[in-house]
């Protein structure tokens, strides 16, 4: 990527000084340990042999499987490294220099100058990826536009909908009905929301696939955390299915699947 590129971007760019931990922990991590005992399932054997362009610091997380199936999608080769979130690590103070959110997924690119970029936030990572390639987004208008309004719906409507309906079902230490109805209500009804879409699109943005379904999926393969069925919305079961079949969707589930557990434990934590 050029440095130009990396100026332009509006992201979070990591300080000189935290650098420094990406860089060692990524030599550490290609030499000393692979991600859940093997490389990613897209690099080719000769990409093996060189530093990585592309980390991926993820779990087995709604919002971190989206982001290794863009990647699969785009056929970009990358390195996984697993962060155990049921056990902190997200909230050390060497991931909190990768992303001071301390949350999963987050994305680091190496220039060939050793230049590392750091971006979080899931939906940004598929745009600084789709944007890269020229694929899965359309490059103006309102195909694109569309894109857009279904990515900011997933990440502001479904996405916490969906993530605070499991919580307070499974985990809030004490019951909290109005807390419960409220976010139960919701990740139903922007469920059928996006049914109402899929009546229309074979995707969720239109005639296309693109970074949007992708967004929307990674939640729908994790419905059980907030007992979501897909019984009433016969036009996302269709659309699940067939994102479900396509190849690099599976591939890109299975590289985060491995740390998944313990299925009772919060998909979203
Ligand atoms: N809006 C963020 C949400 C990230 C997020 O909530 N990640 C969860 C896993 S899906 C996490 O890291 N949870 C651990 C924590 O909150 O401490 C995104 O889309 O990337």
């Known amino acids: 990527m050029s440095g130009s590129f990396i100026r332009a971007t509006s992201a979070l760019v990591v300080a000189d000084s935290l650098l420094a931990f990406h860089l060692t922990e990524t030599a550490s991590s290609m030499l000393h340990r692979p991600f859940w005992g093997r490389s990613c399932p897209a690099c080719l054997p000769q990409d093996r042999e060189k530093p990585p362009m ?8 709604p919002n971190s499987v989206k982001v290794t199936i863009t990647l699969e999608e785009l056929d970009f080769p990358y390195t996984l490294h697993g962060v155990n979130v049921h056990k902190g690590e997200q909230k050390t103070p060497e991931f909190l220099a990768l992303n001071l959110n301390g949350k999963v997924p987050v994305l680091v690119e190496t220039d060939e100058m050793g230049q590392a970029f750091s971006l979080m936030e899931s939906a940004a990572i598929l745009v600084f990826l789709a944007e890269k390639t020229g694929r899965l987004l359309p490059a103006q208008g309102e195909a694109r536009a569309r894109v857009f309004e279904q990515l900011f719906f997933h990440a502001s409507g479904l996405s916490p909908a969906f993530g605070q309906s499991g ?8 019951s909290e009905p109005i807390a419960l109805e409220r976010f139960s209500t919701e990740a139903n009804r922007t469920l059928h929301v996006l049914d109402t879409v899929l009546m229309k699109n074979r995707f969720v943005a239109g005639d296309e696939f693109t970074i949007a379904d992708i967004a929307h999926f990674g939640w729908l393969w994790r419905r059980g955390f907030p007992n ?12 699940y299915a067939d994102i479900e079949s396509r190849p ?12 998944f557990s313990k299925p009772e434990t919060d998909p979203s934590k």
Request: hydrophobic content about 50%; cysteine-free; glycine content about 2%.
């Open 54 to 61: 592309l980390d991926v610091y993820a779990f087995a997380t």
């Open 248 to 259: 690099a969707v599976q591939r890109g589930i299975a590289a985060v699947e491995p740390s």
């Open 228 to 239: 979501i069925t897909l019984d009433d919305t016969p036009h996302v079961a269709r659309w």
């Open 167 to 174: 919580f307070f079902q499974r985990f809030a230490a004490t």
